[in-house]
């Protein structure tokens, strides 16, 4: 199973899939303060890389443990749904699930993985260049250096500052963050003009890759223009839907040794389970799990005499 030191591919998307997260200055500014909020509060994350599209995110990320990684998704979820709920005035639920998150298990898989997060915006034929998403990518970061930098609104303190009578202005609950990108695990070895170098080279080749294919099928990207006219309560008309797979792993060798542990993982967690939930609260599970919940327990009450 995923030690500390395995990096993962983490998703998520909205609910039904709308543009809650359509690109703007604003909604960029929010979920990058959301971000360095969340590096903040949990310093043992490492981000290696990361998209925002106007109805999902991707992320490659590992964690001293799985616990840590669930906290730090769990706060940036909740934080971007509330304040990009108010943004958009959409009071529903925010995100369609839980967030996804694979494990990457090779250097083969994860390049491919890095590949993969920044044809982003190209290949959905959204824009024609992985740097012209108006979203949040880490493009420009990653190729040229160029600090990633969002804003925190401390509404906890300025809800104390209106009720104690004090006339504040906004901004004095404004904090700014910049959002710290992690070297990749392969490439932490490089400096960083060479590790820049390397990103350029992809980036590059998923530029000529898109641009052959639109020529190909005889398309046109929909354009910044277009993305950044949606409306945010709006969806795909078309949704594909596809298995995500156990984990990425490019030699076989691993990926069989990987759901072999995987299936005695849920072996031993449904056994510990069915214990837990029968009343044997001291049993124990399997690691890199979380308990399931127990039953409402109704305390008895002796009747008014």
């Known amino acids: 199973m995923p030690d500390s030191h395995t990096v993962f591919e983490i998703t998520s998307r909205t609910i039904q899939r709308r543009y809650l997260m359509r690109p703007s200055n604003e909604v960029n500014e929010i979920i990058l303060g959301v971000i360095g909020r969340a590096q903040e509060r949990y310093p043992g994350v490492a981000l290696y890389l990361m998209v925002f599209m106007s109805n999902h995110f991707e992320l490659l990320g590992s964690a001293p ?9 769990g706060y940036l979820k909740s934080n971007i749904a509330r304040e990009l709920g108010e943004l958009h005035h959409w009071k529903e639920k925010f995100w369609g699930r839980r ?14 993985r890095v590949r993969y997060i920044l044809e982003h915006g190209c290949k959905e034929n959204l824009v024609e260049r992985p740097g012209d998403w108006p979203g949040v990518n880490c493009v420009a970061a990653l190729t040229e250096g160029k600090p990633l930098v969002g804003w925190w ?3 906890t303190s300025a809800y104390w500052a209106r009720r104690e009578g004090r006339e ?22 490089l400096t960083e003009s060479e590790r820049q170098r390397r990103y350029r080279v992809l ?21 910044v223009a277009r993305v950044l006219a949606q409306d945010p309560h709006s969806s795909p008309e078309s949704q594909n839907r596809s ?24 072996e031993a967690y449904r056994r510990a389970s069915e214990q837990f939930r029968a009343g044997d609260l001291s049993v124990e599970f399997p690691p890199f799990c979380f308990r399931p919940p127990l039953p409402y327990a109704v305390v008895p009450t002796s009747a008014p005499g």
Not at 100 to 108: G, K, Q, T, Y
Not at 208 to 215: G, H, N, P, V
Not at 257 to 266: D, P
């Open 153 to 155: 609104y401390d509404r």
């Open 203 to 223: 980036v590059d080749e998923i530029e000529q890759d898109t641009r052959d294919r639109l020529k190909t099928e005889r398309i046109r990207p929909l354009g």
């Open 99 to 112: 967030f996804r998150a694979i494990p990457v298990l090779d250097e083969s898989a994860l390049l491919g």
């Open 65 to 73: 443990d799985f616990g840590v990684l669930s906290a730090f998704i």
């Open 168 to 189: 504040l202005a906004s901004s004095d609950f404004a904090q700014r963050y910049e959002v710290k990108l992690t070297p990749l695990p392969c490439w932490a070895h």
């Open 243 to 266: 298995p995500a797979p156990l984990c990425h792993a490019v030699r076989r060798r691993i990926r069989s040794w990987y759901h072999r542990s995987y299936r005695r993982f849920v």
